[in-house]
């Protein structure tokens, strides 16, 4: 082919939550679509949910990986790395856990990725005894909440400015998720930001 100066072009493979390698892959531990499109919460830490983004930056793929309080839609916990692993997942789901006073019985939704499906997470869901429900597999429309997020941080953050490093995209992340929780109002929580929204309700309580 080099000498004949021919050319295959090949479609680079997108990124899956589904088919990526993992030694703990196992395809039968779904868990039941318990939450099933209710995205209502009548208090905090009812009911989380949680996926996997990919961003683009500097000709290469990052991840994010935040939980979302469905009660003041509030951001509980994030991690940002450069690969897709059951570590992001985790990292996440410890630091949440560890923010959250009671987590017994919780409704913690996601897609069927390998990382929800993995025993490390099933096991570490049992311990602390928080309920795993997942999306049909492929149904975006499970977990609308955290797509919208997703939309959002993308609109608003990602495709707006322009980064010099990763070290800054870092920092900017950051800064941003801290407005987004403190500062960014919504309509569904009477004007506030979802901190305006916990604080006023914790004061009333």
Known sequence: MNKQELYCNVRRKKYSKYNSYNPDHNETRKAPNILNRNF???KFSQKWVTDITEIKLFNKKYYLSPILDLHNREI???TFHNRPTVKLVMDMLEDAIEKTENVENLILHSDQGFHYRSN???DRLKDVKIVQSMSRKGN???NA???NFFGHLKC???YLEEFKSIEEFTIKLHEYMYWYN???TKSKLNGLSPIEFRTQSTNVA
Do not use: G, P
């Open 120 to 122: 490390e997470y099933i």
């Open 145 to 147: 909440v955290i797509e």
């Open 76 to 78: 509980i916990s994030y």
């Open 182 to 184: 403190n500062k960014r």
């Open 156 to 158: 608003e953050f990602v």
């Open 40 to 42: 209502e919460a009548e």
């Open 140 to 142: 975006c429309f499970d």
